[in-house]
C-alpha cells in the first residue's frame, strides 16, 4: 500500500525571516550594552618657577614657619607644639602671630608627610584669617 501517492515530493527549506530577527536581536543588544570610549582632553597651563638661588639669610619679619615631619610632628618657627584640634593650632598660629597683620604661612612639609597633615595646617590657616600661605620645596640641581 503506498499512502504517499497524492503528496508530492517537497525539498526542505531553510526559513530565513526568523534568521534574520535573532540576528536583529543579538545585533540591537551588541549597539545597546557597548561603552564607547570618549577621549576628553583638559587644556592647562602649568606654572612656571625661575630656579633662582634664594637668600636663605634674609630676614622674614612677616612669617610663620610650620614644618610637618613624616611622623605628623609639628612645629612652629622650630618650636614643637602639640594640639589636639585644629582650633587649637590656630590659637597657636595665633600665638606665634604676635600681632602680625595677615602674615606669610610657609609650609615646610616631608615628602612622606600624610596629605591630611598639611590640610590640618592650611585649614587652621584658614581659621585664623591668615589667606597668605606658601610652600617650600626642594630643587634638584643635579643635571
Known amino acids: 500500500m503506498n499512502f504517499q501517492r497524492g503528496k508530492q515530493n517537497n525539498d526542505p527549506e531553510i526559513n530565513l525571516i526568523p534568521m534574520i530577527d535573532v540576528l536583529l536581536v543579538i545585533l540591537i ?82 615628602a612622606k608627610a600624610t596629605h591630611q597633615s598639611v590640610i590640618t595646617v592650611m585649614e587652621a590657616a584658614r581659621l585664623a584669617g591668615y589667606n597668605k600661605i606658601t610652600f617650600t620645596t626642594e630643587t634638584n640641581n643635579a643635571h
Open 29 to 110: 543588544f551588541l549597539v545597546v550594552t557597548t561603552t564607547y570610549s570618549k577621549f576628553a582632553e583638559l587644556e592647562i597651563s602649568l606654572p612656571e618657577t625661575n630656579a633662582e638661588k634664594v637668600d636663605k639669610n634674609i630676614d622674614k619679619p612677616n612669617s610663620i614657619d610650620i614644618t610637618v615631619n613624616a611622623l605628623g610632628d609639628y612645629t612652629i618657627n622650630l618650636v614643637p607644639i602639640k594640639f589636639s584640634s585644629i582650633e587649637s593650632l590656630r590659637d597657636a598660629l595665633f600665638s606665634a602671630a604676635k600681632n602680625q597683620p595677615d602674615p606669610f604661612i610657609i609650609i615646610n612639609a616631608d
